[in-house]
């Protein structure tokens, strides 16, 4: 494997995750959705792909994360492991395959890690839903918890604004990963909270922590990649920093195309049989 930053090319298991919070080694993740985009993102040396339900927006168009559906979120997690060598392919569970209770929650996840063969779950919430997250660490399936801005909850919040400002909330939170870090989740992502808050929960709990919006005191990040990679427009909140311009390149790449079918250029007599 020809990575850019990464030695050790060796598969990244959520042990894994665990031994690098410990050595103060900083964990890269990035969403993928598709084969072609894994592969890539794979083989420049992330350490953890994320099947997000945020391909509710990025490939389905939809304004929320909610309409997506076990069976695309499947398709979707299939595609990228059949891509991926090295990283840890973590896959969502869409809104409502384990809201409603414990048994729909085992179920789909089964289903999920069975027809996709991805590497981990993720789920969000904390207290509420810690006795689903506990029946599927039980039937042997790593999980990921989410907590902060939880993009599912949209409705309840009415706002992507940023979570846990109020001492409350943020007792709640600290309390919420704590909860699941000792019932046996490998790691957490913190989206959209105070800097100092998500610091102080790296600094708390045994399992590594995924920032998004959430600075720097965590023991990783995690983007979406259409956002990172510039092929999105229109979306800059503060945390994402943009590591190309896909959009303008993509445009100017397809534009030269229809010109040059226009014109007659493409294609040329090298490029005929």
Do not use: W
């Amino acid at each position: 494997m020809s990575g850019y930053l990464v030695s050790d090319e060796r598969k990244v298991t959520t042990r894994r995750f665990i031994e690098m919070k410990q050595k103060g080694e900083k964990i890269s993740m990035l969403t993928s959705y598709d084969f072609t985009t894994a592969s890539i993102v794979d083989r420049a040396g992330v350490d953890s792909i994320l099947v997000g339900d945020s391909a509710s927006n990025v490939m389905g168009g939809n304004t929320t994360t909610l309409p997506i559906t076990v069976d695309q979120m499947i398709y979707h997690a299939r595609s990228v492991v059949k891509a991926v060598k090295r990283a840890l392919v973590v896959c969502d569970m869409p809104f409502g395959s384990y809201q409603i209770g414990s048994h729909d929650g085992v179920s789909n996840a089964l289903r999920i890690m069975k027809e996709s063969g991805c590497d981990a779950l993720k789920l969000e919430g904390g207290e509420e839903i810690l006795p689903t997250v506990k029946r599927i660490l039980d039937a042997g399936i790593p999980v990921i918890g989410h907590l902060g801005l939880t993009p599912q909850s949209i409705n309840k919040f009415g706002t992507y604004a940023v979570r846990a400002k109020e001492e409350r909330e943020a007792e709640k939170l600290m309390n919420d990963a704590r909860l699941l870090a000792e019932v046996g989740c490998f790691a957490v992502v913190l989206e959209k909270v105070p800097a100092a808050l998500a610091a102080k929960v790296t600094e708390e709990i045994a399992i590594p922590t995924i920032g998004i919006g959430a600075g720097a005191g965590c023991d990783g990040q995690v983007l979406v990649i259409a956002d990172m990679l510039g092929m999105t427009q229109g979306f800059s909140p503060r945390f994402l920093r943009r590591y190309a311009d896909l959009n303008t390149v993509i445009t100017d790449a397809v534009g030269q195309y229809v010109t040059d079918v226009k014109s007659g250029e493409f294609p040329n007599e090298s490029e005929s049989y």
